[in-house]
């Protein structure tokens, strides 16, 4: 891997996801997240997935170990060769060192870590907005994309609902685990001289735009 290595942070209803998507069709690396992963590796049933699956049938965590594993295989396979953008991973700080000494094995490092901060209140406001189609699974923010009808899918007509991981006690919970696993990180890479801070109430395209400078400007310096 010769390229920049991306370790994009933000809480839930930060737009991470969607920015990720945007960022890797504009700088032509893979997104790789771990959540992926590890429903292609149970879809395969790998070695892999089907230890990871031993522990999930247990109800147990997944070993960092095996996370780690997953991750690293994927980012030594020849399309993250130019650079990679890791979404959901690192999680804890095991897993990072894990992943910098995965990397210094083969003479590379993490390029830049952004954080996409968006404030309780608006994490809140934008995730408890958010409505799913019973029928055709479109999904719908009151916020930001409403149904031209009040509860009824624009697609099918369908009924709209809440999830109940969107209601705000949810999401409440959402929000603690996440400072809970990524306060450390935060810390972790700031001390590296890593972290870029970018402002995630801003417009989609305003915060797209911030996301490409800070990673075009680490990319220089690297």
């Known amino acids: 891997m010769s390229g920049t290595v991306v370790v994009l942070l933000g809480p839930p209803g930060s737009g991470k996801g969607t920015q990720a998507k945007r960022l890797v069709e504009v700088l032509g690396t893979p997104h790789v997240s771990s959540g992926d992963l590890f429903r292609h590796h149970l879809s395969q049933e790998?070695?892999?997935?089907?230890?990871?699956?031993?522990?999930?049938?247990?109800?147990?965590?997944?070993?960092?170990?095996v996370t780690v594993e997953m991750v690293v295989e994927r980012i030594s396979r020849p399309d993250c060769e130019d650079g990679v953008l890791l979404d959901g991973f690192p999680r804890t700080l095991n897993q990072a060192e894990a992943l910098k000494k995965a990397l210094a094995n083969r003479g590379h490092q993490v390029t830049v870590v952004p954080l996409i901060q968006v404030s309780d209140d608006e994490v809140l406001r934008r995730l408890t907005a958010r409505r799913v189609c019973e029928a055709c699974g479109a999904v719908y923010n009151l916020v930001f994309n409403p149904p031209q009808e009040e509860g009824v899918c624009d697609v099918c007509g369908g009924d709209l609902y809440q999830r109940e991981d969107d209601d705000p006690e949810t999401v409440n919970h959402r929000l603690y685990t996440y400072y809970?696993?990524?306060?450390?990180?935060?810390?972790?890479?700031?001390?590296?001289?890593?972290?870029?801070?970018?402002?995630?109430?801003q417009s989609f395209k305003a915060v797209s735009e911030d996301l490409l400078r800070a990673i075009g400007e680490a990319a220089k310096e690297s």
């Open 46 to 65: 790998t070695e892999l997935g089907l230890m990871a699956h031993s522990y999930m049938e247990d109800g147990e965590l997944v070993p960092d170990d």
């Open 180 to 201: 809970k696993e990524t306060s450390p990180l935060i810390g972790y890479y700031f001390a590296q001289d890593l972290l870029v801070e970018i402002d995630g109430e």
